[in-house]
């Protein structure tokens, strides 16, 4: 396998497993963190570092948000009905993040799915360096 592969989800799909995040103050789950698998038809689990790049650099990587965040809303809602403070933790890309409308689209997808915003970290992927854009700044805000 190259350093960096295009996935063809006719020969798989992105599944996603999450990982705890234990409190050392209390000893249990307090938040989790949603990490992102190609898994191939034959078993074989491919990691992000050999996708994400190719997907950045074709453009394709908010396709790839839009159409799996509802599912990670999806999972926090669940998870909340079991542990009502817990929090889940997920990667955005710095190209979603220069997009008009990155913000309003989560929101909306949160909205529409059921989750709360306090349930959400957003950590930014470290493949790209953030550029200083205004859109940047008022998504995260």
């Not at 009502?84 to 997920?90: D, E, G």
């Amino acid at each position: 396998m190259g350093k960096n592969m295009t996935v063809d989800e006719t020969n798989g799909e992105f599944i996603y497993y999450f990982q705890p995040i234990i409190s050392t103050d209390h000893g249990r789950v307090s938040d989790v963190e949603a990490l992102v698998r190609f898994q191939q038809k034959d078993g074989t689990l491919i990691p992000p570092m050999a996708f994400i790049p190719q997907m950045e650099s074709d453009g394709t990587i908010d396709r790839f948000t839009r159409r799996y965040f509802p599912l990670l809303v999806e999972a926090i809602r669940q998870l909340r009905t079991i542990s009502p403070q817990i929090r889940l933790s997920f990667n955005l890309s710095p190209q979603s993040l220069q997009l008009d409308d990155c913000a309003a689209f989560l929101l909306q997808t949160l909205e529409q799915g059921g989750g709360v915003p306090e349930a959400m970290q957003l950590e930014v992927l470290e493949t790209g360096i953030l550029q200083q854009n205004g859109n940047v700044e008022r998504n995260l805000k």
